[in-house]
């Protein structure tokens, strides 16, 4: 018997091997079962700089922290169906991929009905707000560098009043879906930010009244709308914990409460999934 064949293959074997024994890397997903619309983290272990993460068609950014790993955010869009979904990270050659479950959640329906002038908007207003979802949509700006610290925490110490994906029929014809989470709160109640990071916005706006922004890095915003007052201005550096305004009814609001949402790479996701992250 011809012993070559065996070290032949051997030989062979191993450098089909090789590449991966040199980039071995693990990744985590945690949650690894979501709702449409969350957010959950990703980590990397043992992988070297660069790396490429997909998820959904979508490049995702990502930081080492201080022990070497990889981790990123990532946001599952609310109309997302139900399904088995790849998060795949590419180091040089090779690719790896790890699964997250978005499992079939319905979200509540409500039915509303609302003055007619609540509803359709006047050309000027109309004009206003389009001109504000344009400004909005420039406000999403990667910033690579994580301001956070730690856990994401509640803006207030009162308990929520709406969830975040419920779909709202007003007077039978107009549709939306509320892509955030409300509070209760009497005017004057304090606001807090969710977490550190830097305020990229503190305008009075069509929908969101006196709206605050916190760019918290990474792609990360939180947003906070109807305030009746500003504790904070613009490029001012926050805290986690900080009290950045009051609750109040500004804007299109039906009276006093916060309404919170999340944006992660222009995705609104569930503020309240965030909340749940072990970061
Ligand atoms: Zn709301």
Excluded: C
Excluded at 70 to 77: F, Q, R, T
Aim: hydrophobic share 35%; aromatic share 8%.
């Amino acid at each position: 018997m011809n012993t070559q064949i065996p070290k032949l293959l051997t030989i062979f074997l191993t450098l089909l091997l090789f590449p991966f024994a040199v980039h071995s890397y693990e990744i985590k997903v945690m949650p690894e079962t979501v709702k449409p619309g969350d957010i959950f983290l990703l980590t990397i272990k043992g992988a070297t700089n660069p790396v490429k993460i997909s998820f959904q068609e979508k490049q995702l950014q990502y930081q080492s922290i201080e022990d070497g790993r990889l981790i990123s955010l990532v946001p599952v869009d609310v109309n997302t169906g139900p399904g088995k979904y790849d998060i795949i990270v590419t180091q040089g050659k090779t690719q790896r991929s790890a699964g997250v479950e978005v499992i079939d959640h319905k979200f509540k329906t409500i039915k509303l009905t609302l003055p007619k002038g609540k509803v359709s908007l006047s050309p000027e207003n109309q004009k206003r707000a389009n001109g504000e979802a344009v400004m909005l949509n420039k406000t999403w700006t990667p910033n690579t560098s994580i301001a956070w610290d730690s856990r994401f925490t509640h803006p207030t110490n009162t308990e929520i009043s709406s969830v975040f994906g419920v779909k709202r029929i007003m007077n039978e014809v107009k549709t939306s879906v509320h892509r955030g989470t409300d509070f209760r709160g009497k005017t004057g109640t304090p606001v807090m930010a969710i977490n550190s990071g830097t305020v990229v916005l503190s305008e009075d706006l069509f929908y969101g009244g006196n709206t605050l922004i916190v760019d918290h890095g990474m792609g990360l915003y939180s947003i906070y709308m109807h305030l009746s007052k500003f504790d904070v201005q613009k490029k001012e550096s926050v805290s986690k914990g900080d009290v950045i305004g009051l609750i109040g009814s500004s804007g299109r609001a039906t009276g006093p409460h916060l309404h919170m949402s999340v944006k992660l790479n222009g995705i609104s996701v569930n503020p309240e999934s965030l909340f749940e992250l072990d970061l």
